[in-house]
């Protein structure tokens, strides 16, 4: 019996790992990383950020920090009144998005005022695509999140077959 709860938590973190929506991991201001020269509403205006998703924090660790503020802070660049300190010291920070609302985030040191801040809106994450109705692959062609759902649900249907 033990085996069958071991297997079903296996699976079920299977099924959660899998998810819906496969997470993007954005790197704020692109190759110009997290510094003065980038306008991070340009930057941020073209995409969409779901709640799967995650922003990647480059920058000189000396110079710069990551603050998450208030919408308030964020536009008089007040960073005294953070709401976290996500700079861990590396100058490489990750920021899970897991609510949908907006982020407002800001350097401190002076540097939000020279343009070092950037806000972004985060939605639910969305349905998996539709899959085309004639793939490449055939009429019985699985690809990828469904196709690899499908393949751990049958060998853990063989597994669970072969402990009864």
Known sequence: MERLELLAL?????????????????????????????????????????????????????????????????????????????????????????VTRDYYFISGNGFCYGGTKVKVHVEDSPPPPASPKNSAGGAGAVSGRRGAMLIAASTAAIVVASLV
């Open 10 to 98: 296996l699976l079920c973190g299977g099924v959660f790992l899998f998810g819906t929506a496969d997470a993007v991991r954005y790197m704020v201001g692109g190759s110009s990383g997290w510094s003065e020269k980038v306008n991070y509403t340009v930057w941020a205006q073209d995409k969409h950020f779901y709640t799967v998703d995650w922003l990647f924090f480059v920058y000189q660790r000396n110079q710069f920090n990551v603050l998450e503020v208030n919408q308030t802070n964020y536009d008089a660049c007040n960073a005294e009144h953070f709401l976290r300190n996500w700079t861990t010291g590396a100058g490489r920070d990750v920021v899970p998005l897991n």
